[in-house]
């Protein structure tokens, strides 16, 4: 060192040990002499910290490497030099030399241009030859935007000292240490200049002096006290009890704590009471259900007619094929009267009748031999007052029949035309198309259908329905509308379990419903004799009670979003989980039982530790908490990090993995712990300022397993880290990477729970949280689930750019013949079939940075386009883009959109991707850049398949993470009001 002008520069004290051009340690060894205690050192520790982005204690530890820092009295002036390599500051008095080194702390940062090896003090300021070096004032503030500390736990917080309420990429350090003159020794001291030097580098802001400043926002007071104790009189005022003896043991622990989430112990012991206060929910009421089975329901319908004579009899199951092949052979004998028994599928309806009863007319030879051009198959147009079904109701029945056409006599799926008539006499009419384009009708289906009411009393739903048709020569078919066994349990629920269950908690509080919920869970078992197959044509598959499981998860969401709606004129978002368990039971009756557990609503306590007591060796040992009503004490022990992670992909990576760092910032409602993945460019140091590291390098924050159900988001992220091993390090240089790998335990633990019997369903009861709560709703308000503090966590943590949030749709078709059809009435597009492998949303704000966000997505948007490009995933995008037109789009564009870039649909409209609150680019547009969600195939799915899923993630958030880091920041310093740091935001593109 050579200028003492650049003392606070890498020129001086500062170093960039991984050399990726930012401050990440410091260099200078104080040579304090024992009869020396200048409080104004920790004013100088305090700018030491506040310069760099991570830090370790090595002040006063001799280094040949480190610049050295030496005293020595002088008669004549105060003042320092650089002197051989060495900083020699020479003093009157230690007052004098304190007022020095305060000074040397608050020197501005951008000050003079010229080189100087000396800097004087003179009448109280500070001087280079004949020119003053400006320092910064003293600001006297109101302080409403530091950070608060209201407890002790507090005081080391996951995202540095103190805690805010709200995410910012500006953290201000305004802190008082005052200290009993008669505790005053070196050895505290240096501990005072370690504590002052953490504080202030987790900062982008700073306010001088730290010592004799009592407008400061934090004070920190030392006093004489018998026992050894650190206390919160008031909010942001701490006392550190204790003698000149054990006082520096005190502070050195106290120093170096770290928090709870880091493996630490500090704040744990708050954090540990509110996991001890959970208890298991009690059940509230439990039903049973039971019936006759509807193959024998359609029996006696049989039976009791009184002429069956030459009848052709036209019977619906919700059967599987060899169920009804078995029943129309023993119906045929134990009727001999009745001409033929046909015996159709009551669910997927269409669909059925055509690959049992039309196809194999199609494979006849002489058909084949005249050749077949094509086939139109004319559909009816959905009619029905006030029903929620689609139009296309009557198509989407057929799906994936084109495709299944293809694969059985080869005719391309383009061949197989639907036509959507008005007033068509019939359901469906089929026709083959000859060499000629001449038409043959091949047949003609009437399906029966049932009136239920929908769940919110404005709408009617009309399903397939099982039946008995008795058919005649020259007679009026008589059609019984017998109901399916899934109907009437349909029924039963809606009619007495969910009016029992709404009696029961008609008591509710406020907020019920909204941010906790109104009962746990409602977990609803049923066994049923119906189809479960899954067909060879994409991930497509036959199942009537996966139907049933989503109608019941679904439609009982809507029935308390409905409650809610009448009793407070905003729906009950939040009403408990929907757990519903199907269990396939061939030709028996058909059975359920629901059981309801309680929850136990109690207000959430406001703990806060008052005091800390230390042990002789300084050690924490117990801390105090209060909720104002009563005191109790916990022991400090530390956080262990958890061996075990519940799900298994992360639980290796984890295990196998030593680079990044790994935090806990909370525990999930049902308890587990949720670990976050942070990954910048390792200093070496011990203490880290991530928010500092955010403004000097641009982050990202990618978010997966949000939805539990969504399967390929958390394994994508994992192979995102191991894919960028080999050049991660220059994407370190540029950005830091935080990842959050399954934001949703509890639903994971569901979901293991629900594929246990059948593995590929889509699950979206495992969708929400354990309780069934869209957690992200209750972001950043007081919630008892953990699960939704970590996202807002990270925000204030780390102040990200960008966020990604992966997510996924469904894999198969999604159906809810209770609910229209069509998937759920609450989503405003159709989710029906999957439109793409994967697709993404950008979201955006409402306001004067709506621009530069439309521009960001914009970028975004075409690097995800270039990385896809000619890649298998572009090619399955295309396929689904046709699947999604044919079935869907071309008939109802505003229900089923597109909206695209080269490759891939990228939708930014609401409808898509709606904003709330609690949504990071709607809560502080002013600095996040982008926000962007991708959604991939993946409700359930395995092997090569889920691969694609996860090479389809990778690639999109690659392409972010290139377009992140070709984006330039300019990090400028200002002196207004103090010191402080900042750079343009939100960040723009290019």
Same mark, same amino acid.
């Given at each position: ?32 002499? +024992? ?22 204690? @090595? ?134 200049? !370690? ?34 104790? /650190?206390? /919160?009189?008031?909010?942001?005022? /701490? ?52 019936? +006759? ?19 052709? #009899?036209?019977? $619906? ?36 009748? =055509? ?39 009557? #198509? ?34 089929? $026709? ?42 020259? +007679? ?37 419903? @909204? ?16 189809? +479960? *197959? ?48 199907? !269990? ?60 075990? !992670? ?13 680079? $990044? ?25 011990? =203490? ?184 298998? #995933? ?49 809560? $502080? ?58 750079? *343009? ?6």
């Amino acid at each position: 060192m050579k200028n003492i002008l650049a003392l606070w520069s890498k020129e001086g004290l500062l170093r960039d040990k991984n050399g990726d051009g930012v401050v990440d340690s410091t260099s200078i060894y104080i040579n304090l002499p +024992e009869h020396l205690v200048p409080e104004g050192l920790i004013d100088f520790c305090g700018r030491l910290g506040f310069e760099t982005t991570s830090l370790s204690f @090595h002040f006063f530890e001799k280094s040949d490497k480190a610049i050295q820092m030496d005293f020595e009295h002088s008669e004549l002036f105060t003042a320092i030099r650089v002197e051989n390599q060495h900083l020699v500051v020479s003093y009157k008095d230690e007052i004098e030399l304190s007022t020095l080194l305060k000074l040397l702390a608050s020197m501005e940062p951008e000050l003079i241009t010229e080189k100087s090896s000396r800097i004087e003090l003179k009448d109280g300021r500070l001087y280079s030859g004949q020119t003053i070096i400006p320092t910064l004032a003293v600001r006297k503030d109101c302080h409403n935007t530091y950070p608060k500390i209201n407890s002790l736990a507090d005081f080391w917080s996951f995202s540095g000292i103190g805690k805010i309420s709200e995410a910012s990429p500006s953290k201000a350090f305004s802190m008082n240490i005052d200290v009993e003159d008669l505790l005053w020794t070196p050895e505290l001291l240096r501990e005072l200049c !370690h504590l002052a030097a953490r504080g202030a580098m987790y900062s982008t802001k700073i306010e001088f002096p730290i010592t004799g400043n009592a407008d400061a926002a934090l004070q920190f007071q030392v006093t004489e006290g018998s026992n050894m104790m /650190l206390e /919160l009189p008031y909010p942001n005022t /701490l006392r550190l009890a204790g003698n000149k003896t054990n006082l520096p043991a005190a502070i050195y622990h106290l120093a170096r704590a770290k928090h709870w989430s880091e493996g630490g112990e500090f704040g744990y012991w708050e954090q540990e009471h509110k996991l001890s206060q959970k208890t298991e929910p009690s059940l509230l009421f439990e039903m049973n259900w039971t019936d +006759e089975w509807e193959a024998d329901r359609a029996f006696e319908v049989l039976a009791n007619e009184k002429d069956l004579e030459g009848a052709n #009899i036209e019977i $619906y199951l919700s059967e599987p094929l060899e169920v009804r092949k078995a029943l129309e052979k023993e119906w045929q004998l134990h009727f001999p009267q009745i001409k033929s028994i046909t015996i159709r599928s009551a669910f997927k309806t269409g669909f059925h009748w =055509f690959i049992e009863e039309v196809l194999p007319e199609f494979i006849d030879s002489e058909i084949q031999d005249e050749g077949i051009q094509g086939i139109e198959i004319k559909v009816q147009k959905q009619a029905g007052k006030n029903a929620l079904e689609l139009p296309i109701r009557w #198509i989407q029945e057929l799906y994936p029949l084109d495709k299944y056409i293809e694969k059985e006599i080869g005719l391309k799926a383009e061949l197989v035309q639907y036509a959507l008539e008005d007033g068509l006499e019939h359901t469906y009419e089929v $026709y083959r198309i000859g060499k000629l384009g001449e038409k043959y009708l091949m047949g003609y289906l009437d399906v029966p259908v049932s009136k239920l009411p929908y769940v919110d009393e404005k709408h009617s739903v009309y399903p397939s329905s099982s039946a008995v048709r008795i058919l005649k020569f020259g +007679e009026e078919p008589i059609e019984h509308i017998v109901q399916s066994d899934r109907e009437r349990f349909y029924r039963f629920y809606m009619l007495e379990v969910l009016p029992s269950l709404r009696r029961e908690v008609s008591s509710y509080r406020p907020g019920q419903g @909204h941010n906790r919920p109104l009962f746990d869970r409602i977990e609803i078992d049923v066994w049923m004799s119906e189809e +479960e *197959r899954k067909l060879s044509i994409d991930e497509e598959r036959v199942s009537s009670l996966e139907a049933l499981h989503e109608d019941l998860y679904f439609n009982t969401l809507d029935y308390f979003a409905h409650m809610g709606l009448e009793l407070e004129g905003k729906s009950f978002d939040a009403p408990g989980g929907v757990h519903p368990f199907m !269990h396939v039971t061939y030709r028996e009756k058909p059975r359920a039982l629901i059981r309801v557990y309680s929850w136990e609503d109690k207000q959430i306590e406001q703990w806060t530790t008052t005091s800390i007591q230390f042990n002789r060796e300084g050690h924490f040992f117990k801390a105090i908490m209060t909720n104002g009503h009563e005191e109790i004490t916990r022991p400090v022990e530390a956080f262990e990090l958890p061996s075990q !992670h519940i799900h298994k992909d992360v639980q290796d990576w984890i295990s196998h993995q030593s680079q $990044y760092r790994i935090l806990y910032p909370d525990h999930s409602y049902r308890g587990h712990a949720i670990p976050v993945f942070e990954c910048f460019l390792d200093a070496g140091e011990e =203490f880290y300022s991530t928010l500092k590291m955010s403004l000097f390098k641009k982050t990202i924050f990618i978010e997966a397993g949000h939805h539990a159900n969504e399967v390929s988001s958390t394994p994508a992220v994992l192979k995102l880290l191991e894919r960028a091993d080999g050049h991660f390090d220059h994407l370190l240089k540029d950005m830091n990477i935080v990842i959050l790998p399954l934001a949703n335990p509890d639903g994971y633990e569901l979901m293991l729970k629900l594929t246990e019997e059948h593995p590929e369903w889509k699950h979206h009861a495992a969708r929400y949280n354990a309780v069934g709560l869209e957690y992200s709703l209750v972001r950043f308000h007081e919630t008892v689930f953990g699960e939704a503090n970590i996202y807002p966590e990270i925000l204030r943590r780390w102040a990200p750019d960008i966020i990604i949030d992966d997510h996924g749709i469904p894999s198969h078709e999604w159906v809810q013949p209770f609910a229209g059809y069509n998937s759920p009435p609450r989503f405003p597009v159709s989710y029906f079939l999957p439109s793409a492998k994967i697709y993404g949303i950008g979201r955006l704000s409402k306001g004067e940075f709506r621009p530069t966000h439309e521009v960001n997505l914009d970028v975004i948007a075409n690097r995800i386009s270039h990385w896809i490009k000619g890649t298998k #995933i572009e090619e399955e995008n295309q396929y689904w883009k046709e699947r999604f037109k044919k079935y869907g789009n071309q008939w109802l564009p505003k229900v089923f959109p597109i909206e695209e870039v080269p490759g891939i649909h990228f939708y930014r409209q609401s409808d898509v991707a709606p904003s709330y609150s609690t949504i990071g680019i709607t809560r $502080y547009p002013e600095w996040i850049a982008a926000e962007v969600i991708s959604e991939a195939a993946d409700e359930t799915v395995y092997g090569e398949v889920l691969e694609s899923c996860i090479e389809a993630h990778i690639l999109f958030d690659l392409a972010i993470l290139e377009a992140l880091q070709k984006a330039e920041i300019d990090v400028e310093r200002h002196n207004k009001n103090g010191l402080g740091l900042e750079r *343009r935001r939100p960040l723009r593109l290019s």
